[in-house]
């Protein structure tokens, strides 16, 4: 609570004279860089200019890209919006590169001249309109070393009366960007954000935006609605969605993730909306950096309505094609229409696409956007093309935007051929028309799928029954001999291919036609490897195979031999002989005196020519697996993984629960995975299982289906999972500085078997705040500097069980209490009230000051580094009382606001008072 002033305190308070805090903070920096005269002059003349004040809010919209050059070296932008005739307008502005440093970098648009303030610039930025200024600011930043970097900007202030932030005019704008150098995924360029920030909308209109982010790596990118930010990067408090903010009429403000596209169903309370967004990019799956727009849009009273564009949904071109895509607007209120383009295919360097922008019209316009493609445009991710059509309507210009999807993508491989050499095929092909292809990737199947690529597909999808079985590097490459990786492939089976060609970004061409081949049944080819008893030591194995039907007589002229081969697990390296069959039609053998148990085994036959005098090995055959089970025990539950190595494809797999009643197993389930689950178990009981394959090679002539039994294997599932996470509350007393921490109680919804519960303040590491028993449920936390910070808690069962990976998390911001404040007076008179300068009681968080205090003439009476600062009038170097009068002083306060118990995670915030102090006795 503020002090009570004195009577005296009071009557003055209302004349006090207050300095705008724009040119204090500047004069502030100068007085460390010019001489104390000068500096005394400069104050003196603005003290001159009675009831002299300024408003330092200006910010409305902005957003930070950054560009690759070369090494660690990046170039970065800021782009604004500011309220055009505000006096705080910035020539400069500090960025934050992530890396513990800061530069000033200078605007780059507009003319020279002077802003609102007086102050020359030598780039004054862009008036958009009447009241919208863009500000472009630019700096080159080299980093030490690969890492992720987050790049922010906090700028004081916003515009008054944003509808949806409480008290905008005292609350900064702060805009961060991620950028992540990692050479293993290579060199990243951010989105550039072609479409502005700033819009217009109607009231009962649904507003629609899109930022036009166009990605010159190509990279995916993904949209996802944020909180807009404020001092310190941390949630605004209070902020709700532009929808939230008429709580009788609740409509949906959403984003698309995939395009961009963000619609406001149904706007019902004029006045300006910030909302913010951040675009995220992919590349391999990873997430590689983000940019945050944060944006306004003035909703306003009209009866306008927009104009509808109307223009063909996604499509493709085949690199080497033109497209024509043709687009037209209408309004229904007949105004005139400007129709424009923008996007990725209009700013590509080599042979862009072109939209030649129609006159304006009234009610009707179109246009066509023609695009000859080229080889270097292929791409995996669409590019996009944004239309987007104005009225000229009054009050307020409405608009219909439009997103089209285009995909260039790469023309088929043509020519392919397999011919049969031996037990391998060799495949070859024509190189394709594109020199910008990487390579190329094989795919292979038994028998064909009859698969005929559609409209727009690319690659060879996964329901085909095409497997990749080789990628090659090198576009001039045109040949691959497939020999299933040195074990061969099965004699007999026909086999089909496709061939793709392949580029940088992973891109992949329409798929070449089906083309296959078959191999003589030359050699014998192994069908089962199914046990049949389990055991450590006398478990048995039926392998059986069939015979080879085409054998060529004249290279072969017999009698044959089949010797059966024998290997300990799924490598087929140590081979022991275990049978010899002289007889073709001899295709059975049962394999005794085996651990069945803890290990797979596997078998081969190696096809001898016993002629007379001409004794030799034709070959051996393609090796095949046992089926082989591992259980994986959990709290209720038994995962059962099934592995095997064999050369035809199992299709299904059948799942065998042995019954404790009748000790016969019982069947429980199929899959048409090699993993299964077994569910609603009781803990510490013992379960057996085994599993039956069901496969085929997909080819007459062998037998089918192909069945083949695991080992038993039995396992009792185990409480090793840790209990849900409780729900976290926080009540913050800011007198106190204390966190009252409650959590719900999870022993009868989740967790039977709690036994603990541990709190932590997150951060890096996370920190351990507090272990409790079961039957406690709240905690006092008196942090020793900060209560900023995101605190979580997780339970523990008598098991030991915990997990703080998973849990749900409350935040706590500076801002939740009173920020650090001055008062304007205070009567060093020695009455007991209000004899020192002190500031204002129920801050928290700060851990250090640097204030200095000046008297009209500029010169320093005080300064101190302690937040109380305790100044009782006196002059610091002569310890006299200062003359009643007003004084004026710059603060720099440092806030905490990571964890101060991890210094890893520990930041602390610059904030700048500059203000004055009337001094009365």
Not at 27 to 45: D, E, P, Q, T
Not at 248 to 276: K, V
Request: hydrophobic share 35%; net charge negative; proline share 6%.
């Amino acid at each position: 609570m503020r002090p009570e002033m004195t009577s005296k305190a009071k009557m003055t308070n209302f004349g006090l004279l207050q300095l705008p805090k724009v040119l204090l903070f500047l004069l502030m920096i100068l007085s460390k860089k010019i001489n104390a005269v000068v500096f005394r002059y400069l104050l003196m003349l603005i003290l001159l200019v009675p009831g002299f004040s300024a408003l330092a809010t200006h910010q409305r919209a902005g957003e930070i890209t950054y560009r690759h050059i070369s090494g660690l070296t990046y170039e970065v932008t800021i782009t604004t919006y500011t309220f055009a005739p505000s006096a705080a307008d910035r020539c400069e502005l500090t960025i934050n590169w992530g890396d513990g440093e800061s530069n000033e970098l200078r605007r780059v648009n507009g003319e020279g001249g002077q802003t609102p303030a007086g102050i020359y610039c030598e780039h004054v930025g862009e008036n958009i309109s009447a009241e919208i200024r863009l500000n472009i600011y630019r700096g080159i930043h080299t980093y030490a070393s690969a890492s992720t970097y987050h790049i922010w900007l906090e700028d004081p202030n916003r515009n008054l009366g944003i509808q949806n932030i409480p008290n905008s005019v005292d609350v900064p704008l702060y805009i961060e960007t991620l950028l992540v150098v990692n050479p293993f995924l290579g060199n990243n360029s951010s989105p550039v954000l072609l479409l502005p920030p700033i819009d217009n909308g109607c009231v009962g209109v649904p507003y629609l935006h899109n930022a036009g982010a166009y990605d010159p790596n190509g990279d995916s990118l993904a949209y996802k609605l944020v909180n807009c930010k404020g001092a310190g990067g941390l949630d605004i408090l209070g902020y709700k969605l532009p929808s939230e903010v008429d709580s009788q009429n609740p409509g949906s403000f959403t984003i698309n993730p995939l395009t961009g596209d963000i619609l406001w169903e149904n706007p019902t309370i004029q006045g300006e909306y910030n909302f913010a967004f951040i675009i995220e990019e992919y590349r391999y799956g990873v997430r590689i950096g983000y940019v945050t727009r944060d944006m306004q849009v003035n909703i306003t009273s009209c009866n306008n309505t927009p104009p509808v564009i109307e223009v063909a949904s996604d499509t493709c071109v085949i690199a080497g094609d033109t497209l024509n895509l043709f687009v037209q607007a209408s309004d229904a209120d007949n105004n005139r229409i400007t129709l424009t383009a923008d996007g990725g295919p209009l700013l590509l360097p080599v042979s862009p696409a072109v939209f030649e922008q129609p006159d304006d019209s009234v009610g009707h316009v179109s246009q066509t956007l023609t695009w000859a493609t080229v080889c270097a445009h292929i791409r995996k991710q669409p590019y996009q093309v944004y239309f987007k059509a104005i009225d000229n309507g009054s009050p307020v210009q409405l608009f219909d935007l439009q997103t089209v999807n285009i995909t260039v993508i790469a023309s088929a491989v043509t020519n392919p051929m397999a011919v049969p050499l031996g037990n391998s095929m060799i495949l070859s092909w024509d190189q394709h028309e594109c020199t910008e292809a990487k390579g190329y990737r094989i795919y292979r199947r038994a028998g064909s799928s009859g698969f005929s690529p559609g409209t727009c597909q690319t690659g060879v999808p996964p329901e085909t029954g095409y497997s990749l079985i080789a990628t090659t590097t090198g576009a001039a490459i045109t040949a691959y001999t497939d020999d299933n990786d040195g074990i061969g492939l099965v004699r007999g089976i026909g086999y089909c291919y496709i061939v793709t060609a392949w580029f940088e970004d992973g891109a992949e061409s329409i798929a070449s036609e089906e083309f296959c081949a078959s191999l003589k049944k030359d050699m014998p080819v192994l069908t089962n490897v199914s046990i049949n008893s389990t055991s450590v030591d006398n478990g048995s194995i039926d392998v059986a195979w069939s015979k080879p039907t085409e054998i060529d007589f004249i290279q072969t002229p017999g009698p044959f031999i089949y010797r059966l081969f024998r290997s300990e697990g799924f490598t087929n390296a140590v081979k022991q002989q275990i049978a010899e069959f002289n007889d073709l039609n001899d295709t059975t053998f049962t394999d005794n005196g085996l651990n069945t148990r803890d290990t797979a085994w596997t078998y081969s036959i190696e096809f001898i020519n016993n002629t007379p005098g001409n004794v030799f090995s034709i070959g051996f055959s393609v090796p095949a697996s046992s089926v082989f089970i591992r259980l994986i025990p959990s709290d209720e539950k038994i995962k059962i993984s099934i592995i095997t190595k064999v050369p035809w494809v199992n299709e299904t797999y059948t799942i065998y629960r042995k019954n404790p009643s009748t000790e016969v197993f019982d069947s429980i389930g199929t899959a048409q995975i090699p993993v299964y689950t077994d569910t609603a178990l009781i803990n510490d009981t013992e379960y057996c299982y085994r599993v039956k394959t069901t496969g085929t090679y997909g080819t007459p002539g062998y037998i089918d289906p192909i069945y083949n039994l695991s080992q038993e294997s039995c396992a009792m599932p185990i409480d090793n999972v840790a209990p849900c996470p409780p729900e976290l509350i926080v009540e913050l007393n800011c007198d106190e500085r204390t966190l009252l921490f409650s959590w719900n109680d999870i022993s009868a919804s989740c967790a039977p078997d709690i036994d603990k519960y541990y709190l932590y303040r997150k951060g890096n590491p996370h920190i351990l705040l507090g272990t409790f028993g079961s039957a406690v449920s709240s905690y006092e936390y008196q942090p020793e500097q900060t209560i900023a910070g995101c605190f979580f808690i997780v339970a523990g069962d008598i098991h030991g069980n915990t997990d703080t990976t998973r849990y749900n998390e409350v935040c706590v911001s500076i801002d939740n209490c009173p920020r650090y404040r001055l008062p304007n007076v205070f009567t060093p008179n020695s009455d007991s009230f209000n004899d020192l300068f002190t500031p204002y009681p129920g801050y928290t968080s700060v851990e250090k000051i640097d204030i200095q205090i000046f008297n009209r003439w500029g010169v320093l009476v005080f300064e101190s580094s302690d937040p109380a600062i305790n100044w009782d009038g006196k002059d610091k170097r002569s310890n006299t009382e200062c003359a009643d009068g007003v004084y004026f002083y710059t603060c720099d306060v440092y806030e905490v606001i990571g964890s101060p118990e991890s210094p890893e995670d520990k930041r602390l915030q610059k904030r700048t008072l500059t203000d004055s102090v009337h001094l009365l006795r």
